[in-house]
């Protein structure tokens, strides 16, 4: 099936240090979500996004939608232990209520306390 | 606030045999799904349903069947399991047009 290109696919950082990371698509998405998945858990949503351009923030995460609808990113600052896990970006098509998401296969972050 | 919860957290299954996933959600969210997420593969969807009574399927529903018969609970049924079903499957709701709530997830392995 369809799926997003997430890169990085892993990445190790100091403790402080900010993250950025990103998702991109030969589609136009209409929405664009963000979640964080910790070890032996479901994804817990972070950000969403609905409209190109916007620019979303969760405390220390900030989310953008890209201006083509074919991209995302999402920043992490002054990183923490516990921002340690899989951040997964999804891709939303279509109307009504079959709107499937498209998955990206996840960035698995580390970070050194 | 329980949210949504996913029976039983492991199971190991014998190829052949049948078992039911359960899912329960106290949100009364219309919208709920199953995934399943095997490495390097993502999130898969496997059926979903968008009300009471009302079920259909996503990306990858052979040998899987659903019914809804209330909107708190949405299991999911694997006839016979085969050794590739071996994964991890989660129970999701909708918020708006957002998958907002997950289950804690179920592991699944087939012998």
């Given amino acids: 099936g369809q799926q997003l290109n997430q890169s990085p696919q892993s990445m190790f950082i100091q403790e402080g240090e900010d993250v950025s990371m990103n998702c991109t698509s030969s589609s136009i998405f209409n929405t664009w979500l963000w979640y964080k998945q910790d070890p032996g858990e479901g994804p817990v949503l972070l950000i969403a996004l609905y409209k190109a351009g916007e620019l979303t923030s969760n405390g220390r995460l900030t989310a953008q939608f890209g201006i083509t609808r074919k991209d995302s990113f999402l920043n992490i600052s002054a990183s923490i232990p516990s921002d340690v896990g899989i951040y997964f970006c999804a891709g939303q098509l279509d109307a009504g209520n079959n709107r499937k998401l498209i998955w990206g296969l996840g960035t698995s972050l580390a970070v050194n306390p | ?72 609970d949405f299991p999911l049924r694997l006839l016979s399991a085969a050794p590739s079903q071996t994964s991890v499957y989660f129970c999701a709701t909708r918020q708006g047009w957002t998958e907002a709530f997950f289950g804690q997830g179920t592991r699944l392995t087939v012998v």
């Fill in chain 2, 1 to 72: 606030n329980a949210g949504v919860t996913q029976t039983p957290k492991f199971q190991v299954l014998k190829t052949g045999q049948s078992m039911t996933l359960q899912c329960a959600q106290d949100m009364n969210h219309e919208y709920m799904s199953w995934y399943r997420q095997d490495p390097g593969m993502g999130l898969r969807l496997i059926h979903y349903s968008v009300g009471a009574g009302i079920t259909d399927q996503g990306e990858v529903p052979n040998g899987y069947n659903v019914s809804r018969s209330t909107t708190e």
